[in-house]
């Protein structure tokens, strides 16, 4: 049975940091292309970070380059994404993904068929 877990979220002050963390079992990760997307109310869920495993290309949208860092254990099958300089506008509920075949827009949420129950980020004074 494939599943993915996310936890690290929480709450957090802007420009500070948090480390999100997706635990898979039943496939492993370094075969599929994973990724981290998030949504904020109202909004359409979005790509944040992805690595497709075929070719190693990552994607990172413009709003959180030179901040957030995604990252893979393959001994722990864990995926993580670092999150530094947070701000306000990154409250979101974030989700881990993965995909079957390799995508051909790597940060399109359509493109992945595993996804995560979602962890909660707010960033707030």
């Known amino acids: 049975q494939v599943q993915l877990v996310e936890s690290g979220g929480g709450l957090v002050q802007p420009g500070g940091s948090l480390r999100l963390s997706c635990a898979a079992s039943g496939f492993t990760l370094d075969v599929y292309a994973i990724g981290w997307f998030r949504q904020a109310p109202g909004k359409e869920r979005e790509g944040v970070s992805c690595?497709?495993?075929?070719?190693?290309?990552?994607y990172y949208a413009d709003s959180v380059k030179g901040r957030f860092t995604i990252s893979r254990d393959n001994v722990k099958n864990t995926m993580y994404l670092q999150m530094n300089s947070l701000k306000p506008e990154d409250t979101a509920v974030y989700y881990c993904?993965?995909?079957?075949?390799?995508?051909?827009?790597?940060?399109?949420?359509?493109?992945?068929?595993?996804w995560g129950q979602g962890t909660q980020v707010t960033v707030s004074s």
């Open positions: 690595i497709r495993s075929s070719d190693g290309s990552t």
């Open positions: 993904a993965a995909a079957r075949w390799p995508p051909v827009l790597l940060g399109s949420p359509s493109e992945y068929d595993y």
